[in-house]
């Protein structure tokens, strides 16, 4: 089984998307940047790894980590 990457919402064009950190494509697009960080922090919490969220420029604006509560589901 490949492992799980990471969550990054964005801003691509003016509008705000998810997606799994590698991938090209988004699983979620639109609403505005709340509805879309809201959407990356529910499903990096439901698979336990890391939400990213990058400002338009492509710095990070916050990072944060829901790989505790992966860790713990398992023992």
């Not at 990471?6 to 940047?33: L, M, Q």
């Not at 969220?53 to 398992?74: F, K, L, M, Q, V």
């Amino acid at each position: 089984m490949a492992p799980i990457d990471d969550i990054e919402t964005y801003c691509e064009n003016g509008v705000w998307k998810t997606r799994w950190r590698h991938s090209t494509k988004p699983f979620a697009a639109g609403g505005g940047k709340e509805r879309q960080v809201s959407q990356g922090a529910t499903v990096a919490c439901w698979y336990g790894v890391d939400h990213i969220i990058t400002n338009p420029d492509g710095t990070i604006a916050e990072h944060n980590s829901y790989r505790y509560r992966r860790e713990h589901d398992a023992s």
